[in-house]
């Protein structure tokens, strides 16, 4: 729209660049995740963890294991389930890789950057819809799972991918009512203007509409499908859940898939209500002024969303080991009784609210 | 530049990746499949019948319910977007909407169709 | 927009119409209804790209929540309730209907293909709806906001009661009256 040639070779190009970086950064994220899994909660119930595996006589906290355990997986027997749906078994881990990965595209990782002439935006897709596309996206991420457990040809993949779609589906209201008090607040669908809007610490949305928050980190954790509210896998009684007859690499995969996820959600709940790229008390944009180097400023915000959805992984891990896993009922009357009637009265009221002070 | 070009990125990086996870397994691990091994696990006992076993009418409910509670929300998104234009004016068009859609949640949870035994 | 964005569109246009003919093809031949429904999604999906091409986000993005990311759960779930057996589901051969349904979407790729290449394709010829003006206004999600919310209210309040109507409804065919039924699996 309104491009020149150049313009749209530069834009095209950035894209391509942008693409590398961040799809390159979420393919780092299961292995790191899957070491921080092991070390974690080693460090809460005083055991070590895996702190063996290294290079010559470099442990570096046996980080190394995770690269052992993707060769391993890599390596292993592709066992495919005799009954399955060959096309669409081989097909589900893709189902469930996609809709993360489109999503993380829609998040703004910085500030623009002003150079090479034009103004290049650090979110990937960037539409006037904002909300409603990452909405609309991760309501596919229902068919990975469901397809998973249908093609599978297994009971407990079938029992584990129907509790798990839906529960997904069941959290997909609250989740999308938690964020209207936002929009109304920001009056604005467009994440990176919300992340503009929250330059001032004290108007970071978890201040502004602290019930929105509390709807959405519950909603976070129900639709990504862990503890605890991760009935899907429930060992005891479901094996693992949809991903019971996956082995070698697939089974990789949707780690993936489930990895990639709940970092786009915690960079979601950073961006919506925590500042995304803002530094507290300081204002990012001026950097590029102050050093004179074009592009600190989106390093610094960058790194500052980083340690942001740093914090909600680790908070991700940090309730797995300290909250026991719900029953399915408990899950439903959560979902359905509490969360959406408490959703609608927080819109009501946030809506009442800022109406009697601004059309009075 | 079209806001979209990207999404066609990641489907083909999407499919690319599934691809190699795929031929990875496929190049580089054994294949010995015996009847015992690719039998549907079911801890160990040869399965008895198949996994096409009928569900509950209850994920059927909650489906149908998500759908219609989907759709509210939708609306609500249209008129947050809208909502410093209209003023008080959308916040009672809103209300009046949610008054009805409430409504329906009483009779849902009165009829008890969120209880899940 | 410049003759290369342009083009770049159409091409796009044409890709995704072909390939929301084939799978509209294969909702309808498949053998399984899994696989219909399946297919079905991708159907939807890629309308909604044929949407994003046309400057309407707001309208995309509704067709994948709510077509592809919930209507068809709601049919993957009745298919699997229904649990057809593999006996039960006994493909058609290729019969009148198949052949005749491969026809009638072949045509009308081709309509389409003769009608985009006709010039003014959108008919939308008065401007009010031209993307740049849409874009001045606003947005594409606030100008829909706002026809909805003024011009179209009655509409409006009106789909409250629709959806009113089907809660209720739902809600009385799934659930038959108090006295429980054994639920084969939960």
Redesign the interface.
Known sequence: MGLTADEFTIQFIATLVKFAIVAGLLLQIPPVMVWVERRVPAMMQRRKGPNRVGIFKWRIYGLMQSLADTIKLIFKEEVVPEGAQKAFYHLAPVFSVFPAFLIAMAIPYGPDIHAFGTTIPLSIIRVDVGFLFIFAVSSLAVYGVTIAGWASNNKYSLLGSLRASAQMISYEIPLGMSLIPIVLIYGTLDLNKIVEAQSHFWKWGVFLSPVSFLLFLIAMFAETNRAPFDLAEAEGELVAGFHTEYTSAKFAAFFLGEYVSMFVLSCLASTVFFGGWQVPFFSVQKLDDLTGFIGVSALIGHVTLMLKATFFMWLYIWVRWTIPRFRYDQLMSLGWKYMIPLGLVNVVVTAVVIAAFRFS | ???????????I???T??AI??G???F??????R?E???????GVPKVT???????????????????????????????????????F??A??????V??????I???K??????? | MSDFSLLMTHGVFHLFAALITLCSVLVVMSKHPVKSAVFLVVDLFLLAGLYATLDSHFVAAIQVLVYAGAIVVLFLFVIMLLNLQPEQLRGLKFSAVEAGTLVISLVGFLITVVATFKGDQTGLGDGSLDPVAIEAAGGNTYVVAMKLLTNYIWPFELASVLILMAIVAAVVIAKKDKKKTSAPIS
């Open positions: 530049m079209n806001p979209y070009i990207p999404v066609l990125i990641v489907l990086f999407g499919l990746l599934g996870l795929s990875l397994a496929a580089l691990g054994p294949k010995n499949p009847p091994k690719i039998d549907p696990y079911e801890c198949g996994a096409n076993e009928k569900m509950s009418v209850k994920f059927y409910l909650t489906a149908i319910l998500f759908i219609l509670f989907d759709i509210e929300t939708i609306f609500l998104y249209l008129w947050a977007k809208a909502f410093p234009q209209l003023g008080w959308g916040v068009e809103v209300m009046v909407f949610m009805i859609l409430v409504a329906g949640y009779y849902v949870v009829r008890g169709a969120l209880e899940w035994d």
